[in-house]
């Protein structure tokens, strides 16, 4: 499964050389899964069924900076491995799709008890989808 999420960079994340923070990227793709669960329809299922996805890795590499006013994009290919939900994100320019940074992200589904949850078949199956 395929998902964008678009954003224009604040002057609140850019750090002393005037780019964009490292730790701010993280905050990034973190809007851009909510996004997509939103997006998608499964916060609601999260809601009843009181399960939460959680972040158990994150690996980012840089390879350009981001300036205030720059408008980029969150390009994320889902998919699942086993009870992982997997995230490989590219973040590019808007207009130019230059690519400023990737990252692999992996997340767990756990009920509110800390308890491992099987993925839904249904978040499967979109995942499994080829947009």
Not at 5 to 33: K, P, Q, T
Not at 74 to 79: A, G, Y
Request: glycine share 4%; proline share 2%; with cysteine.
């Amino acid at each position: 499964m395929k998902h964008e999420y678009y954003f224009e960079v604040r002057g609140s994340e850019l750090d002393s050389f005037g780019h964009v923070n490292n730790a701010v990227y993280l905050s990034y793709l973190e809007e851009a899964r909510w996004k997509c669960f939103y997006e998608m329809g499964w916060m609601d299922f999260l809601k009843t069924s009181k399960l939460f996805p959680i972040i158990v890795e994150t690996n980012i590499r840089y390879i350009r900076e981001l300036k205030m006013f720059d408008k980029a994009v969150v390009k994320t290919k889902w998919k699942y491995e086993g009870e992982y939900i997997i995230t490989d994100h590219d973040i590019c320019m808007e207009n130019t799709n230059k690519k400023i940074a990737k990252a692999r992200g992996k997340m767990i589904l756990v009920s509110h008890d800390r308890l491992l949850h099987d993925l839904p078949d249904f978040i499967k199956a979109e995942l499994d989808k080829e947009v």
